[in-house]
């Protein structure tokens, strides 16, 4: 006969399971959304809007609120993006939050996914789902695990120079659906500055 922990703990991987399933299957389902989204034919293609690359690089200061001990942890984060004059485009991020945490917690991040980005004059504004692995270190170095990470966000940019754009505001939430303690979830803003390679 199995014990009540027992049956506890096959409810929460069974919820766990459920809610990674449910997780990557909206980041597919946005994937493919962005994937179709394409220009009407009815609409003309300006002279600047011929197809091509933009590759930028870029460094961020991050601030996010961790569910587990709903600690405020600061950090860094390194950012590339691969856009297309199309609107779409891919972009790969690394975030370190390591600073303000008076127990020792770190949450290191690494993802990557699509985005999807509009121009305004010299504001560019965009949406991103990514996928990734996260490594978390519990209080006093206890012990760290790596959990699979899904991140949607939007933020905006402006070019403030020919070669330098501000990140003026990204905001992501991240879910963390295998976490140790069930599945758990994180609220960040970050802020920036990018470099246009080209």
Known sequence: MKSSNQFGNMSREKLGIEQMRHALFMAFLLAVGLGMART???????SGDKGGYSLTVGAMASGYQVQYGQQKLAGFAGVVDLDTQRRLGIEAEGRWLMFNSPDQTQVKTWMGGARYHFSRGKFQIYG???VGIGQFTFPYNYAQGNYLVIAPGAGVDYRWKRKISLRLADFEYQMWPQFTYGAMTSLGVNVGIQYHIF
């Open 40 to 46: 009407a034919s009815a609409q003309v293609v300006y």
């Open 128 to 130: 991103k789902g990514l």
